[in-house]
């Protein structure tokens, strides 16, 4: 009986010794340590995932995002004097001026107010000086549809907000304002 008493005394404290050791928080053997601890990498730093090594892939020329349709009037005076004669494409639905005012309450607001006299909370409160009223431009829907393209002056563009049909629901509610304002 003393030999068993002896035996267990001995191995638990030969293993308390083993356990006492080891480090639960990471594994002791990795197999494959890359998948354990990755490399780490700076955002913007050097790479040879590249050709050049430095900047990453640009995309194959003439290529195009998805959904994306371009529009053919340069961003010039000329590609803006062009844009006056042209018509929307969409049909003049109470549906869509009614997402155009939408639009126009969201985007155009603040800065040419709710009826289109430049009288927007930014110019109000003296943020923006000069934002002209509707009734004094010479616009068409083709016109304001290039300015919301391209931005004109102090104002930027709005094409990466809006979608194509989105500027030309907004340009068509710019001119019922423009004709409210006579």
């Known amino acids: 009986m003393r030999r068993v008493v002896y035996t267990l005394t001995a191995l638990m404290g030969l293993s308390s010794?083993?356990?006492?050791?080891?480090?639960?928080t990471k594994p002791n053997y990795?197999?494959?340590?890359?998948?354990y601890e990755s490399v780490a990498y700076e955002t913007y730093s050097?790479?040879?995932?590249f050709k050049?090594?430095?900047?990453?892939?640009?995309?194959?020329?003439?290529?195009?995002?998805?959904g994306f349709v371009p529009y053919e009037l340069p961003n010039t005076p000329a590609g803006y004097e062009a844009s006056?004669?042209?018509?929307?494409?969409?049909e003049s639905s109470e549906a869509n001026l009614e997402k155009g005012k939408d639009l126009f309450n969201i985007y155009c607001i603040s800065c040419h107010g709710d009826k289109?006299?430049?009288?927007g909370k930014l110019v109000q409160?003296?943020?923006?000086l000069g934002v002209p009223s509707y009734k004094d431009r010479a616009i068409t829907v083709g016109s304001v549809f290039h300015v919301?393209?391209?931005?004109?002056?102090?104002?930027?563009?709005?094409?990466?907000?809006?979608?194509?049909?989105?500027r030309w629901q907004v340009a068509e509610y710019v001119m019922k304002l423009k004709s409210e304002l006579k």
């Open 46 to 49: 050097e790479s040879n995932a």
């Open 52 to 66: 050049n090594g430095k900047e990453g892939q640009l995309p194959a020329q003439g290529s195009i995002k998805r």
């Open 148 to 166: 919301e393209t391209y931005g004109l002056n102090a104002m930027g563009s709005h094409a990466n907000q809006l979608s194509k049909k989105e």
């Open 30 to 35: 990795q197999f494959f340590p890359n998948m």
């Open 17 to 24: 010794l083993l356990f006492s050791c080891q480090d639960t």
């Open 125 to 128: 409160r003296e943020k923006f």
């Open 84 to 90: 006056k004669g042209m018509n929307s494409p969409l």
């Open 116 to 119: 289109g006299d430049g009288k």
